[in-house]
């Protein structure tokens, strides 16, 4: 019986010890509720957008560091034209390197402000590039958190072909608009 007592008291202490290492480093997971996700293709003859929903999020704040992490297949994404989204998914050597994934990081005291600024790295194509300070917009909404920004992909960034239409490449600049609604688990 006593022993039963003593282990009792230990496992208590530790638990609260566990939740005071919990609650002094601010230790939070996230979760993303919903996105969109939108490139633009710019050309001398058009302008192209294509936009997906289609992506996956956590994160995790502890020791005043933040780490998300993003992924989205790259079949997902939309422009309206059934072969131009072929092509895209061609040209970004979609079929070999099906994912887009980006790791962000931050401090943790951002997510008390309007602005988080983020230092990201996006993988696609089978490069990874690296964006320092990416400003996005947060907004909270009852208990979501809405981000918004764009992070500013180049076709260079990640050796991608740049496709041309009537011989003449699209502009080398593809920004991905962000708009995402995270929440608190």
């Given at each position: 019986?006593?022993?039963?007592?003593?282990?009792?008291?230990?496992?208590?202490?530790?638990?609260?010890?566990?939740?005071?290492?919990?609650?002094?480093?601010?230790?939070?997971q996230?979760?993303l509720?919903?996105?969109?996700?939108?490139?633009?293709?710019?050309?001398?003859?058009?302008?192209?957008?294509?936009?997906?929903?289609?992506?996956?999020?956590?994160?995790?704040?502890?020791?005043?560091?933040?780490?998300?992490?993003?992924?989205?297949?790259?079949?997902?994404?939309?422009?309206?034209?059934?072969?131009?989204?072929?092509?895209?998914?061609?040209a970004?050597?979609?079929?070999?390197?099906?994912?887009i994934?980006?790791?962000?990081?931050?401090?943790?005291?951002?997510?008390?402000?309007?602005?988080?600024?983020?230092?990201?790295?996006v993988?696609?194509?089978?490069?990874?590039a690296?964006?320092?300070?990416?400003?996005f917009?947060?907004?909270?909404?009852?208990t979501?958190v809405?981000?918004?920004?764009?992070?500013?992909?180049?076709?260079?960034?990640?050796?991608?072909?740049r496709?041309?239409?009537?011989?003449?490449?699209?502009?080398?600049?593809i920004?991905?608009?962000?708009?995402?609604?995270?929440?608190?688990?």
């Amino acid at each position: 019986m006593k022993r039963r007592a003593f282990l009792a008291v230990l496992l208590g202490a530790l638990t609260c010890g566990a939740l005071s290492i919990t609650a002094q480093t601010g230790s939070s997971q996230w979760a993303l509720d919903w996105s969109a996700l939108t490139y633009h293709m710019s050309h001398p003859m058009h302008q192209v957008e294509g936009t997906s929903n289609a992506a996956k999020g956590k994160g995790i704040c502890q020791a005043g560091q933040c780490n998300f992490l993003i992924a989205v297949p790259v079949k997902t994404f939309s422009s309206g034209d059934s072969n131009r989204d072929l092509h895209m998914i061609e040209a970004t050597k979609g079929a070999e390197f099906p994912m887009i994934v980006v790791r962000a990081q931050f401090p943790e005291s951002e997510l008390d402000g309007s602005t988080i600024h983020a230092n990201l790295q996006v993988q696609f194509a089978g490069q990874a590039a690296h964006y320092q300070q990416v400003p996005f917009q947060r907004t909270q909404k009852g208990t979501e958190v809405q981000i918004t920004g764009t992070i500013p992909l180049t076709c260079s960034d990640f050796k991608i072909e740049r496709p041309s239409f009537l011989g003449v490449p699209i502009k080398n600049e593809i920004p991905v608009r962000v708009q995402m609604n995270w929440h608190k688990l």
